[in-house]
């Protein structure tokens, strides 16, 4: 027997729910790339962008996902044999590491401690063991999705500074922008990357990249550019350079609209969404953790993210749970991703257009996937979540 029929629901940590207004907005007719109406949207896509990117700074727009929005940042910046300094505290860190070093960078990958977020302490003292400033670029990650950390990124910025060291400072938003507060150029970032595919409620395929003034001025020497990525190129008198090339026009229809939606919700109200509906999902896995069967991966409570929650599982096989939850229930969760938690994890997003009802939905499957298959848990986790909800949504004073 099932209860599989509906609308099934996407928790996975990207890509995410679309929805049906951003879909409508993409069924039309492709239009022409060198005139009209494509030009107005790109241009103003780029300049709502800004206002979640909280920069000056025009971003650029590639047909790419998020991996190549980390090229992007890397060639355009830096030459062959420079030192990067990568923050790996999951599973992304590591991965743009790895891309770096394929490019022919001098890659060197600081390892948080198990299970927690980098420490911008061990950043500085890195930094100030640089004397000669052979490090080129910091390259951090917001919220990696893996672990379902979140990394400080004011405070590693501030460690970058603090060491008085110039490298330029990266940041990796692609599970993050739109989810939780991010401010570009009031933190000193000098490259944001990003996609369309988790916060920003668009189908995969579109990567962002915003350079301050300091990735420019390094980016005029820059020896690994490339055409398909050069920003000098994209900043060309012709509309079409901006994509170099064909723009990707029902990706682009289809932002306008996920855009409209943020700023209509306002940004503020997103953020707060997304707290209290992690803060209800935290709530149900720390009273179903009480069976012992399984626990959050991140140890420390305030390094838990906002946009997915990572359980870590010991004896039992995850792959049973999120079977169950799938094929009998109708709701897709996230499986274990990395050497750390590949077959040992279940990552349940709550990420970009989700609410209480998809957020309970979720939790409800999955506490039911936990009885019917005699998993050891702590009982009305789901209630628990509710209590939560209720309690920050509360009109009348509690009791
Ligand atoms: C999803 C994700 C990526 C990779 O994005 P792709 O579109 O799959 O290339 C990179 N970094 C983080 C933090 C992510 O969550």
Same mark, same amino acid.
């Given at each position: 027997?099932?209860?599989?029929?509906?609308? +099934?629901?996407? #928790?996975?940590? /990207?890509?995410?729910?679309?929805?049906?207004?951003?879909?409508? *907005?993409?069924?039309?007719?492709?239009?022409?790339?060198?005139?009209?109406?494509?030009?107005?949207?790109?241009?103003?896509?780029?300049?709502?962008?800004?206002?979640?990117?909280?920069?000056?700074?025009?971003?650029?727009?590639?047909?790419?996902?998020?991996?190549?929005?980390?090229?992007?940042?890397?060639?355009?910046?830096?030459?062959?044999?420079?030192?990067?300094?990568?923050?790996?505290?999951?599973?992304? /860190?590591?991965?743009?590491?790895?891309?770096? +070093?394929?490019?022919?960078?001098?890659?060197?990958?600081?390892?948080?401690?198990?299970?927690?977020?980098?420490? $911008?302490?061990?950043?500085?003292?890195?930094?100030?063991?640089?004397?000669?400033?052979?490090?080129?670029?910091?390259?951090?990650?917001?919220?990696?999705?893996?672990?379902?950390?979140?990394?400080?990124?004011?405070?590693?910025?501030?460690?970058? =500074?603090?060491?008085?060291?110039?490298?330029?400072?990266?940041?990796? =938003?692609?599970?993050?922008? #739109?989810?939780?507060?991010?401010?570009?150029?009031?933190?000193?970032?000098?490259?944001?990357?990003?996609?369309?595919?988790?916060?920003?409620?668009?189908?995969?395929?579109?990567?962002?990249?915003?350079?301050?003034?300091?990735?420019?001025?390094?980016?005029? %020497?820059?020896?690994?550019?490339?055409?398909?990525?050069?920003?000098?190129?994209?900043?060309?008198?012709?509309?079409?350079?901006?994509?170099?090339?064909?723009?990707?026009? %029902?990706?682009?229809?289809?932002?306008?609209?996920?855009?409209?939606?943020?700023?209509?919700?306002?940004?503020?109200?997103?953020?707060?969404?997304?707290?209290?509906?992690?803060?209800?999902?935290?709530?149900?896995?720390?009273?179903?953790?009480?069976?012992?069967?399984?626990?959050?991966?991140?140890?420390?409570?305030?390094?838990?993210?906002?946009?997915?929650?990572?359980?870590?599982?010991?004896?039992?096989? $995850?792959?049973?749970?999120?079977?169950?939850?799938?094929?009998?229930?109708?709701?897709?969760?996230?499986?274990?991703?990395?050497?750390?938690?590949?077959?040992?994890?279940?990552?349940? *997003?709550?990420?970009?257009?989700?609410?209480?009802?998809?957020?309970?939905?979720?939790?409800?499957?999955?506490?039911?996937?936990?009885?019917?298959?005699?998993? $050891?848990?702590?009982?009305?986790?789901?209630?628990?979540?509710?209590?939560?909800?209720?309690?920050?949504?509360?009109?009348? $004073?509690?009791?």
């Amino acid at each position: 027997m099932t209860v599989q029929n509906g609308r +099934e629901l996407l #928790a996975i940590p /990207g890509p995410t729910t679309v929805p049906d207004e951003v879909l409508s *907005a993409m069924h039309r007719p492709a239009v022409d790339l060198y005139s009209g109406e494509i030009i107005s949207v790109t241009m103003s896509c780029i300049s709502d962008l800004k206002k979640i990117i909280r920069t000056r700074s025009e971003p650029f727009l590639y047909a790419a996902n998020g991996h190549g929005a980390w090229e992007a940042a890397l060639v355009n910046c830096l030459s062959r044999g420079d030192r990067v300094l990568a923050l790996q505290s999951g599973m992304f /860190g590591g991965a743009w590491a790895e891309m770096a +070093e394929v490019l022919g960078l001098d890659v060197e990958v600081l390892t948080a401690a198990p299970r927690r977020a980098i420490s $911008p302490d061990a950043v500085s003292d890195r930094l100030r063991a640089d004397r000669e400033h052979r490090i080129k670029a910091v390259l951090a990650v917001q919220i990696d999705t893996a672990a379902g950390i979140v990394n400080d990124v004011p405070a590693l910025r501030q460690a970058v =500074t603090d060491a008085g060291h110039p490298a330029l400072f990266m940041v990796d =938003t692609i599970a993050s922008l #739109a989810c939780m507060p991010f401010e570009m150029d009031a933190w000193g970032v000098d490259v944001t990357v990003a996609g369309s595919q988790k916060g920003l409620m668009t189908p995969p395929g579109l990567a962002f990249v915003a350079a301050g003034e300091r990735a420019r001025a390094a980016h005029r %020497h820059a020896d690994l550019v490339t055409r398909y990525w050069d920003w000098s190129f994209r900043e060309g008198d012709e509309h079409y350079q901006k994509y170099c090339g064909t723009a990707p026009e %029902h990706l682009m229809f289809g932002l306008r609209r996920a855009l409209d939606m943020l700023l209509e919700e306002g940004l503020e109200h997103v953020f707060r969404r997304h707290a209290l509906l992690a803060d209800a999902t935290r709530a149900a896995v720390e009273r179903w953790a009480e069976g012992g069967a399984f626990g959050f991966n991140v140890l420390e409570p305030v390094e838990r993210s906002n946009s997915v929650t990572t359980l870590r599982f010991d004896e039992t096989d $995850p792959q049973r749970v999120i079977d169950f939850c799938r094929e009998r229930c109708g709701v897709v969760l996230g499986i274990g991703i990395g050497p750390e938690l590949s077959g040992r994890a279940i990552r349940i *997003a709550h990420m970009g257009h989700v609410n209480a009802a998809m957020t309970l939905g979720v939790l409800g499957a999955f506490e039911t996937a936990l009885t019917a298959l005699g998993i $050891p848990h702590g009982k009305s986790g789901v209630a628990e979540a509710a209590t939560s909800l209720g309690g920050a949504l509360a009109v009348v $004073p509690m009791a």
